[in-house]
């Protein structure tokens, strides 16, 4: 299998593409001393010293790292990966397939609302994020302000502020008057 690797715009992240290979149909991401992982590949790379987290997304694994240099990890997670995947265990145990809005906390008076906020994040936001190796989740949604949880590539990014403050905020308050605000949550 070719696994090709792609910076992204966290210097600390990097993805690793897997080609013809379609892992989940929704982002899944993984901490390091996180319990009941349900993914077997996931507690291999969360064991190597020096990742933090792992975002699983259709066709490509994010990595976020805390110490040591790519140069230095890469041809661990590299064949980890390959390892795993030539084994023939799917990568999840169990596909975590969950209706998102119903994980959203939010005030039944603003369903609308929320299903308009969370259509924009999934058709225009979400697939340019992804691009990057990240992912955003809608968590709250509360008298105007959305609440949002980036995952991936996106967690601890330099850029995540202005990306949540000039694209996502913009975007949002521009299609949907009721948004105020966009504020990051962890």
Same mark, same amino acid.
């Given at each position: 299998?070719f696994?090709?690797?792609?910076? !992204? $715009?966290?210097p600390?992240?990097?993805?690793?593409?897997l080609?013809?290979?379609?892992? %989940?149909?929704?982002?899944?991401e993984y901490?390091?001393?996180?319990?009941?992982?349900?993914?077997?590949?996931?507690?291999k790379?969360?064991?190597?010293?020096?990742? @933090?987290?792992?975002?699983?997304n259709?066709?490509?694994?994010?990595?976020?790292?805390?110490?040591?240099?790519?140069?230095?990890?890469?041809a661990?997670?590299? /064949?980890?990966?390959?390892d795993?995947?030539?084994?023939?265990?799917p990568?999840? @145990? !169990?596909?975590?397939? &969950? @209706?998102e809005?119903?994980?959203?906390?939010?005030?039944?008076?603003?369903i609308?609302?929320v299903k308009n906020i /969370?259509n924009? *994040? &999934?058709?225009?936001i979400? $697939?340019a994020v992804?691009?990057d190796g990240? @992912?955003?989740?809608?968590?709250?949604?509360?008298?105007?302000?959305?609440?949002?949880a *980036?995952?991936?590539?996106c967690?601890? %990014?330099?850029?995540?502020?202005?990306t949540?403050?000039?694209?996502?905020?913009?975007?949002l308050? /521009? /299609?949907i008057?009721?948004?105020?605000k966009?504020?990051?949550?962890?």
């Open positions: 299998m696994i090709q690797t792609e910076s !992204t $715009p966290n600390n992240s990097l993805k690793f593409i080609d013809d290979h379609e892992i %989940c149909s929704e982002p899944v901490n390091a001393g996180e319990e009941n992982i349900n993914s077997k590949l996931a507690e790379l969360l064991k190597i010293d020096g990742i @933090d987290k792992i975002l699983f259709k066709n490509f694994i994010s990595i976020n790292k805390s110490k040591f240099t790519w140069d230095q990890l890469k661990t997670i590299l /064949h980890e990966i390959s795993f995947i030539g084994s023939g265990i990568i999840l @145990d !169990t596909e975590n397939e &969950v @209706d809005i119903n994980t959203v906390e939010f005030d039944d008076a603003d609308e609302v /969370h924009i *994040l &999934v058709s225009k979400r $697939p992804m691009q990240g @992912d955003i989740k809608f968590k709250k949604y509360d008298e105007g302000i959305v609440s949002l *980036l995952q991936g590539s967690a601890g %990014c330099p850029s995540a502020t202005l949540l403050k000039n694209g996502v905020e913009n975007m308050k /521009h /299609h008057p009721e948004v105020k966009v504020e990051q949550i962890i």
